[in-house]
Structures are given as structure tokens and as C-alpha cells.
């Protein structure tokens, strides 16, 4: 089992481009989420899908869009990247009865 | 109101030593899980112990252990016999299970950075 992945591994990209980050879990987990992590503010959560077909924000939605592409897929979207989206990107998921959240490797995202 | 909150930034600690990480919490839901991980400097959040609000014992999980006391709303990591991988940031989230209902969503909070010293 990979757990959860990542892809990219590090981006940089200019101020107003559009990019999107792929998740992928394969140990058919329900829920799956996608935080941001930057210095000195531990993670934040931005979206959380509690079970495929259905999408929430958490705390810090604004300038990001996702899809729950089927049960594996979650994809995190920045339709024009802003310095402000300058973090590590961390995709999370749990089975939906779970004391745990597994994560993946992370991305780090630099916009300029 | 903060969540969680995790007031010590830094910590260094002569290797062998215990150490504790402080951790409070702050929310009115009768059932809620706190967690531990650790994130060393390749950048993975990896899981170490978890307290269920109903447990009655503290979790412990080899080294690890959790000081759980209710009624301060304080969920400290008790590291013992410390060594030198235990460099890492150190991080208390909260999983409130009524107000989320349906999905396990965590609240994060700041992290402490823990250094080993030998």
C-alpha cells in the first residue's frame, strides 16, 4: 500500500496562474482533506470531503476549489495563485469511523 | 478563542530525559478526541497517541503517553527516556465528534519544536 500521495512534490508558480494538486489514497478510506501549513500556524484546514460526491470548506476555503474525482481522488484547485498561497499543502484521509488521520508527504508551493 | 493551544514554541532537553508538551483545549462538546503528531524535518505528520473524552485511563502508546486531565481541558505528551530522534515539531489537534458528525476533521494547533540535546 502507497497510503496517500502527492503529486507534485514542490511547485513555483507566478502570481495568477492556476495549478492543481492531486490526491490519491488507495486504503479506501471515505473521508479526505486538504490543509495548509505555514509557519507558526500549525495546519488549517481549507476543504474536507466526509464521503465521495460530497465537498465542505473548513477554515480557510477562499481562492481554492476541489473535486472528489471518486472514492480514491481528491484534488485541491488554485484558479489564480496569489503570494498569500505561498505554504505546504498537506491531503489527509480516515476512514470514516477512525481515531486517525493519515497523511501524505506534502507539497510545497511557492507562488512569486 | 483559540481551540488549541500550544504555548511553549521551543523546547531543548538533554537526551534520556522525560519531557512534556503542553497542550489545552477549549470546546463545548461532550465527545471529542485529542491527538498527537510529530512532524520531524522531512515534513511528514506522523500519528503518535490519541485520547478519547470518554476514556477513563490515560492512552499511552510505548514511550509515549498522554496526561489527560478533563475538568483543566489539558492534554499534555509525555515523552520519556527522550533520544535523539525525537527532534521534531510537536503538534495537539482536537476532533470534535458531535459538531462534526459525519467526518473527522481535526483542528491543529501551533506546534512545539522539541530539540534534543546529547
Known amino acids: 500500500n502507497a497510503g496517500v500521495t502527492q503529486t507534485p512534490k514542490f511547485q513555483v508558480l507566478k502570481t495568477g496562474q492556476s495549478m492543481t494538486l492531486q490526491c490519491a489514497q488507495d486504503m479506501n478510506h471515505n473521508s479526505m482533506y486538504w490543509y495548509r501549513q505555514d509557519p507558526g500556524m500549525g495546519l488549517r484546514l481549507i476543504y474536507y470531503?466526509?464521503?465521495?460526491?460530497?465537498?465542505d470548506k473548513g477554515e480557510v476555503p477562499n481562492g481554492y476549489n476541489v473535486s472528489r474525482l471518486n472514492k480514491r481522488e481528491f484534488s485541491l484547485r488554485l484558479e489564480s495563485a496569489a503570494p498569500s498561497q505561498t505554504s505546504v499543502y498537506f491531503c489527509?484521509?480516515?476512514?470514516?469511523?477512525?481515531?486517525?488521520?493519515?497523511f501524505g508527504p506534502g507539497t510545497r508551493l511557492t507562488v512569486t | 478563542a483559540q481551540k488549541i493551544t500550544q504555548t511553549q514554541p521551543g523546547m531543548f532537553v538533554q537526551e534520556k530525559e522525560a519531557v512534556t508538551l503542553d497542550c489545552t483545549y477549549d470546546?463545548?462538546?461532550?465527545?471529542?478526541?485529542l491527538f498527537w503528531y510529530k512532524q520531524p524535518s522531512s515534513g511528514e505528520m506522523i500519528f503518535l497517541i490519541y485520547q478519547g473524552s470518554y476514556d477513563q485511563q490515560n492512552a499511552t502508546e510505548g514511550r509515549y503517553s498522554l496526561n489527560f486531565q478533563k475538568a483543566r481541558k489539558s492534554a499534555n505528551l509525555v515523552i520519556s527516556a527522550s533520544q535523539l530522534g525525537d527532534s521534531a515539531m510537536y503538534f495537539c489537534a482536537m476532533r470534535e465528534l458531535r459538531i462534526n458528525f459525519g467526518n473527522e476533521k481535526l483542528t491543529f494547533g501551533t506546534g512545539t519544536r522539541l530539540t534534543i540535546i546529547p
Open positions: 489527509a484521509s480516515a476512514p470514516k469511523v477512525s481515531y486517525e488521520q493519515y
Open positions: 470546546t463545548s462538546d461532550p465527545s471529542y478526541g
Open positions: 470531503s466526509a464521503s465521495e460526491g460530497t465537498t
